[in-house]
């Protein structure tokens, strides 16, 4: 799996956009990034993956630069709610046994919503 | 559509007991993983199970870990003889079996298991 770089904290203002940037320079042409996050004694969630277009979904927009050595995820209106730590993981999207692999979690970004 | 169900939510044992916790994964759902976080640290894999087969469980400690996902009825992760040292949240995830699914992975409440 391809190694990625998170800062480990950031703070936006709650109603303001919070873009969250991922550098995973090793990514290879297989490869899908993906984000989840963590709310505090919550299990992980799933929020958003990418190839190489930008996607967008009703949590979040993915936006993967050309030559897809970094991304940004961008919570467009941050809430308290979105208060958590956010992880970036890079890898194939199946494992020889026709299923996904597990996933390497590294430190991810914690995200800290300010009112 | 119920999500991944994990139960208990909580769970105390002393030293030496053994823990068993439970994992439901979500309808359709034929992969199930596990995943353990020790206090204050990131969230590490453990295993990797389809019906009946253990796929990777090259995260599982060599010793008194074990898992199962049966033919029937939930996935079992199996602590035997704990120690304070197992002391962490597990959560148990799941996915479909399509590649449309792209390694997505849906993840339970978790377990908390506590060692006296």
């Known amino acids: 799996d391809a190694k990625t770089t998170q800062p480990p904290s950031m703070d936006c203002a709650e109603g303001r956009a919070a873009n969250l940037p991922c550098n995973h320079s090793?990514?290879?042409?297989?490869?899908?990034v993906y984000w989840y996050r963590q709310i505090h004694s919550q299990g992980p969630q799933y929020i958003i993956h990418g190839l190489k277009n930008n996607e967008t979904n009703e949590m979040a927009s993915l936006i993967i630069t050309e030559d897809r050595k970094s991304s940004t995820l961008i919570l467009p209106h941050a809430t308290l709610r979105d208060t958590a730590v956010y992880y970036c993981?890079?890898?194939?999207?199946?494992?020889?046994?026709?299923?996904?692999?597990?996933?390497?979690f590294g430190k991810g970004t914690h995200l800290i919503i300010q009112p | 559509n119920a999500g991944v169900m994990q139960n208990p939510r909580h769970l105390v044992r002393r030293r030496g007991q053994e823990a068993r916790l439970r994992c439901s994964p979500m309808k359709g759902h034929s992969h199930v993983y596990w995943y353990r976080q020790l206090p204050e640290e990131g969230l590490k894999f453990m295993v990797y199970l389809q019906k009946e087969n253990i796929i990777d469980e090259s995260g599982m400690p060599k010793e008194r870990f074990s898992a199962e996902f049966p033919k029937e009825g939930p996935s079992i992760l199996r602590i035997q003889q704990v120690v304070r040292g197992d002391s962490a949240a597990y959560f148990c995830a799941s996915s479909p079996r399509t590649f449309l699914a792209k390694n997505i992975q849906y993840f339970g409440a978790g377990t908390r298991l506590s060692v006296l």
């Open positions: 090793t990514i290879s042409g297989n490869e899908y």
């Open positions: 993981i890079v890898r194939s999207p199946m494992s020889s046994g026709g299923g996904a692999d597990g996933l390497t």
